[in-house]
């Protein structure tokens, strides 16, 4: 048996996830986990999934075969490793140009991966100004220093205007839950 990660890109319509799931039993495929969702007006996802090693140009073609996918790929990834241990990161603050990089590339300096990445902008309530949000599981190793990343955070936040939070379980988050979009 054989892992692999199917990356989409489709025309968001009804039944896609439906039909892309019924490829992948019809394949003799075992869908593992996936994370998909609806960006601008398409559809974007990965699914890890479990099949024969013979079965994985099949899969393939199958999957490239469905109406309205424009964009496919199916790697043959390693099972997975022990993730260890993670941090929540959030952030928030007026939108504008450079949060991503400049976050993501404090993290990347300290040898740091994001495992999970949720973006999203929505009109401020008071005075109706795009902010800008953000929601991040970030891994970390034994060795991370978290003050030190906390510290390198704080840099980034002072120069973009942002709020920007680690919540690794031993100091209580300020924002509690994560807003919900809408």
Same mark, same amino acid.
């Not at 490239?64 to 109406?67: A, G, K, N, T, V």
């Not at 994001?114 to 949720?118: A, K, M, T």
């Given at each position: 048996m054989r892992t692999v990660v199917i990356s989409l890109i489709a025309a968001d319509r009804p039944g896609l996830v439906a039909d892309l799931a019924? %490829? +992948?039993a019809e394949q003799g495929g075992n869908w593992l986990e996936s994370q998909m969702g609806r960006l601008g007006a398409s559809f974007a996802g990965a699914a890890l999934v479990e099949i024969d090693h013979e079965r994985v140009e099949s899969l393939t073609a199958a999957v490239?075969? &469905?109406?309205d996918v424009g964009v496919v790929d199916v790697s043959v990834t390693s099972a997975g490793d022990d993730p260890g241990q993670s941090v *929540? &990161?959030?952030v928030v603050g007026q939108d504008q140009p450079g949060i991503v990089? *400049? +976050?993501t590339t404090a993290l990347a300096a300290r040898g740091l991966s994001?495992?999970? &990445?949720?973006t999203w902008t929505s009109d401020a309530?008071?005075?109706g100004e795009r902010l800008f949000e953000a929601v991040a599981v970030v891994g +970390?190793?034994?060795d991370v220093d978290l003050a030190a990343l906390r510290s %390198? &955070? *704080?840099e980034v936040s002072a120069q973009l205007s942002l709020d920007v939070r680690i919540d690794d379980g031993l100091e209580p988050s300020a924002w509690g839950a994560v807003p919900e979009r809408g």
């Open positions: 019924r %490829t +992948v490239r075969s &469905l109406p *929540d &990161l959030q990089r *400049d +976050v994001i495992r999970e &990445l949720h309530p008071m005075s +970390v190793g034994p %390198t &955070l *704080d």
